[in-house]
Each structure stands twice: as C-alpha cells, then as structure tokens.
C-alpha cells in the first residue's frame, strides 16, 4: 500500500461536525520510511463530494509518525459483549450445570472480557436451559460484593415486567437488562406472540418499572436498558425487511430509553451490501455509539459485515460468543453468533486493541465445547490454534 517515496493514500473516512454528519474522502500525502519503520504522516486535507478542499471541514496541516504495523482505522474504543453465556447456550438441548456456566464466565472474565450476558429470565418451559439464572447472577452478586474491584458488566435478557422482577431481586449481579423485538411482524408475532407495536407497550410498563427502582435504590448504580431487534436484514417467514422499517424499530427502542440497540441479522444472511444499506438508515435516526452489531455467521459474512459497521459508520460494539456458539430455534438452518475468538483476532491484526487475552478465550471456548460433548468449535481461529498445536507435538 505504501510506495517507497512521497504517495498519496486515498482512504473514505467520516467526519461528525456538530450534529451533521458529513462524508468526505480524506487524502494523506505522505512520505517515504525511516530507518525506525516509521512513516511521517505530512499533510491531510478532506475533499467534499464535489472533488473541491474543504477548508471549514479541516483546515490545519497535521503532522503524526506512524508506525508501518499501526492500524490506519481511527483508534475507538472496542466493546466486546460476549453473549455466549446466554444467547449461545440458550438453545442446547443438554442442560448445563450451574456450576459448569459459572465455570465458563470466569474463563471468560480471565481472558479478559468485561461484558457478559449471562442469562435470561424467561419461562422455563420455552427456554429450559435458562431456568437457572437467577442461581447465576445470585453467585456474581455474591463474589461482587467479596471483590469490588471487579469491573465486569452483567446483563440478563428479560421478555416482560414478570421477568424484571425476577430479576431485580438478585440486582447485585446484574448492571443491566436487555428486551427484544424484531423488525419483521411475522418473526414478532412467532417469537414472543405479539406485533411490534404491541411489543413496545409491554416494554414501556419494563423500562418505567425499573426506572421505579433505580429511583428507589440510588445509592447503586442504575441498572440500564439494552434493547435487541431481530431479522435486522430478513426474516424466515416474511423474507427481506426494509432498512427504513430496521430505523424505526431502533428509534422505537430508543425512545423508550434504551441506551444502546443491538442489530441483530439472525439468519445470518446479511452481506456487506445489505448490512449497508440497513445500517445508512438507522444511523439516520440512532448516532453511531448507542448501536452494536449482532450477527450470525450462517453464510461466513458476520466478519465482513462487522468490517462495514466498523469502517463505514463507526460502530464499535460487537455481540459475539465464543467458539461461536448459538443459533435460533425460530430461524431454521441459522448457524450460531460470530466467534468471539475470530473477532478478537481480526481486530487485533487491524491494530485495534481488545484487552482480551486469545489464547486463553480460546481455551474458554475449548472448555464448553467438551462440556457440551466434545460438539465440534464454531471459532476457525480456535481450530487454527488447535491445529498448530497438533502439529507441534
């Protein structure tokens, strides 16, 4: 990509001004590599669409040093929520033991990952793997309080007010609730037997509910709201779903005080096209930094798709779960969530900090997988890893 003397780099960024979001093309001239393996970053200017220098949008010369191993992405700060504690074991038929998921999340935490979600508080008959969570996050309150210090966040999935109060009385272990509605009528209807709008009432009366108690109990943190929306780019039953009815859904959701939304392309069909389209309208209604992207890898496009929110809309919070694990019972064929070992090793090689150990998430991963009767590793980078230690013995 670099030449060896003065060359001009081309690279689509975007600029935020104030509330305006303004796409430019910013052109970096630079020079040629130091003895250090260092390139002298000498002049940028950013072009608007016309082709002519915007001097309003950027109108100092900069001078930085970069190393030729740096990324060029902007350096955000990337939330990893590892969701494999709960959406990805959530629909194995063999019942884990509590002791064995509470074994799973301190591997997890040990590998470095602040933000888990760990359960959900759902009927027992439709989610029987579930039934323990509140046996769960009782536990993680408790070690909380032993320790602190500790900084992971903790979220439970919750479907009405039922389901919060089961919840907020084991609040010690929980930082934050997630609800969730889907973008296709059909799959809302199927899912949680009730149209979106019909969804949105039954939040309204979880958020004020919880708002009741953070008011009553602020001496703690408050417990915050996520909200989830499904078949973000199609739906099994309805087939592809429009971006501007994905916007409206996020807005509803934000509205009601979620604080981020995640993006969810449950049949794991999206490509980087799609997940464009869909994502130009959203940020049209939602800013960058309250969204996150979930997505499945049925089709090997979640790392891609990541990549598109990652570089073209900065979003820097990513849903996965480790050894990829997960799926959707209303989704046939959907394969499980994106493999939190690959996302951590695209964006390591990008430059982009994680603060998560690999190898020792690995080692996570390899530990459900046994749990779960040796059921074969959903991360490629976990079987690379796997794979150079075979041959190294």
């Known amino acids: 990509m670099y030449a060896s003397k003065t060359s001009r780099l081309v ?39 016309s082709g002519t220098e915007d001097r309003f949008m950027w109108r100092r010369t900069v001078a930085r040093t970069f190393s030729t191993r740096q990324s060029l992405y902007p350096c955000p700060d990337i939330k990893i929520v590892e969701v494999g504690p709960r959406d990805g074991l959530q ?15 301190h591997r997890l935490q040990k590998a470095g990952i602040g933000n888990l ?41 919750v479907p009405n007010q039922r389901g919060l109060e089961s919840a907020l009385e084991h609040h010690q272990g929980i930082d934050e609730i997630s609800i969730f509605a889907a973008a296709s009528e059909s799959f809302s209807q199927r899912n949680i037997n009730s149209t979106i709008q019909e969804s949105m009432e039954r939040f309204k009366d979880v958020i004020q509910h919880l708002k009741d108690f953070n008011d009553a109990n602020d001496t703690r943190s408050p417990v915050r709201v996520r909200g989830y929306v499904s ?12 971006p501007t009815q994905v916007a409206k ?68 919070t990513i849903d996965s779960s480790v050894a990829g694990l997960g799926g959707c019972p209303y989704a046939e064929g959907a394969s499980g969530n ?49 794979g150079k230690e075979n041959c190294s013995k």
Not at 131 to 143: N, R
Not at 231 to 242: E, H, K, L
């Open 11 to 49: 690279i689509p960024t975007i600029c935020r001004l104030s509330r305006v979001t303004v796409r430019a093309t910013a052109h970096l001239q630079c020079c040629g590599v130091s003895k250090g393996g260092t390139r002298r970053l000498c002049s940028v200017s950013l072009l608007n669409e």
């Open 91 to 105: 629909n194995e038929t063999q019942l884990i033991p509590v002791e064995q998921k509470l074994h799973l999340i």
């Open 117 to 157: 979600e760990v359960g959900a508080f759902v009927s027992p008959k439709w989610v029987p793997q579930m039934a323990d969570s509140d046996k769960i996050v009782q536990q993680l309150g408790k070690e909380r309080q032993l320790d602190p210090s500790t900084k992971s966040k903790y979220s439970v999935l």
């Open 231 to 242: 078949t973000v780019i199609t739906c099994p039953y309805q087939g592809s779903i429009a």
């Open 249 to 316: 859904v996020v807005e509803l959701l934000r509205d009601l005080g979620c604080y981020e939304i995640s993006l969810g392309d449950t049949t794991g069909v999206g490509t980087p096209g799609t997940v464009k389209n869909m994502l130009q309208e959203v940020v049209n209604v939602v800013p960058a930094d309250q969204l996150a992207m979930h997505f499945h890898d049925t089709y090997g496009q979640a790392l891609a798709n990541i990549l598109v929110g990652l570089e073209q809309f900065s979003i820097h």
């Open 338 to 386: 994106v493999a939190t070992e690959d996302v951590v090793y695209m964006l390591e090689g990008m430059g982009l900090s994680t603060g998560i150990n690999l190898p020792t998430l690995v080692e996570a991963g390899e530990y459900i997988c046994q749990v779960l009767n040796n059921r074969r590793n959903g991360s490629k980078v976990a079987l690379a890893y796997k």
